[in-house]
C-alpha cells in the first residue's frame, strides 16, 4: 500500500463541507497535474451518492476511466470509496485504489480541518517502486492541488 494525505481548514461547518464535497461535480476539482489526467466526467452513476455501494465510472482526460464504489458514509464526519477497473497505464499498476475524507470541525477556531487520504494498491511487488514515484513526485501535488479547489470552492460559499 502506497498512501498520501492532504488537509485543509474551511470557514463552514463539518455538515456543510460535508455536504458540498461528497457529492461534488469531480470535474470541478479534478483538473490535472503534470502527467496526471483531469476528470471530464461521470456516467452510469447509482443513486445521490450518498449510500454504501453506490457506484459511477470517472472518464479522464487521457481516454482512460475507472470505477468508483461508495464504501462508507457517515454524514458528517466521513466517507470513503474505493476505485478500481482502471484503464490505461495506471490499470498495469494498481489493482484498486481507496479514498477516505474526515470533516472535523474546530468550534474554538471557527473552522473545519478536511483530511483526504489516498491508498493505492499496488498490482504486484514490481510495480511498487514506479507507484511510489508517481505518488511521491505526482499524486500528492494532484492531491495538493484538487483539496485547494475544494477550499476555493468553500471559502466562496462561506462569503454568500
Known amino acids: 500500500m502506497i498512501s498520501s494525505v492532504v488537509s485543509i481548514q474551511v470557514?463552514?461547518?463539518?455538515i456543510e463541507a460535508f455536504c458540498h464535497v461528497?457529492?461534488?461535480?469531480?470535474?470541478?476539482?479534478f483538473k490535472g497535474y503534470g502527467l496526471l489526467p483531469a476528470v471530464i466526467r461521470t456516467e452510469a452513476q447509482t443513486g445521490n451518492w450518498d449510500a454504501i455501494g453506490q457506484t459511477r465510472i470517472v472518464h479522464l482526460s487521457d481516454g482512460s476511466y475507472a470505477q468508483e464504489r461508495l464504501t462508507q458514509y457517515h454524514q458528517p464526519h466521513y466517507f470513503a470509496y474505493v476505485v478500481s477497473d482502471f484503464s490505461g497505464a495506471l490499470g498495469f499498476l494498481i489493482s484498486s485504489a481507496t479514498g477516505e475524507w474526515w470533516f472535523d470541525r474546530d468550534a474554538a477556531a471557527d473552522r473545519t480541518l478536511i483530511r483526504w487520504k489516498y491508498t493505492f494498491m499496488p498490482r504486484s511487488w514490481f510495480a511498487v517502486p514506479l507507484l511510489w514515484i508517481v505518488n511521491k513526485f505526482l499524486w500528492a501535488g494532484?492531491?495538493?492541488?484538487?483539496?485547494?479547489?475544494v477550499q476555493t470552492q468553500l471559502d466562496a460559499r462561506s462569503i454568500d
Do not use: D, F, G, H
Open 22 to 29: 461528497v457529492p461534488i461535480e469531480v470535474r470541478s476539482i
Open 142 to 149: 494532484y492531491m495538493r492541488s484538487i483539496v485547494s479547489n
Open 11 to 14: 470557514s463552514v461547518s463539518a
